[in-house]
């Protein structure tokens, strides 16, 4: 029986051209965004000058020019 299940490298090509499209096409495409989060303690954004934002879990998620403050002190610019 032929199916029309698609084959694993189907389904990586696809993946692939729907992530390059979100690269060149901008914002009509949900970016993909990894799966992990960083210990952030807060977020400042240069739009709310020093106002200290409820953290996102990394840059991917986080809005542009923002930066994440870790829990360690480090900082991360997004």
């Known amino acids: 029986m032929t199916g029309?299940?698609?084959t694993a490298n189907a389904m990586v090509l696809?993946?692939?051209g729907?992530?390059?499209?979100?690269?060149?096409?901008?914002?009509?495409i949900a970016k993909a965004c990894p799966l992990y989060c960083l210990d952030v303690d807060y977020m400042t954004c240069k739009s709310s000058g020093d106002k200290?934002?409820?953290s996102a879990c990394n840059c991917c998620l986080a809005p542009?020019?923002?930066?994440l403050h870790l829990a360690d002190g480090r900082l991360v610019q997004c």
């Open 18 to 28: 729907v992530v390059l499209l979100g690269a060149i096409g901008g914002d009509s």
């Open 14 to 16: 696809l993946l692939l």
């Open 4 to 6: 029309a299940r698609p």
């Open 64 to 67: 542009k020019n923002c930066t």
């Open 52 to 54: 200290k934002l409820d």
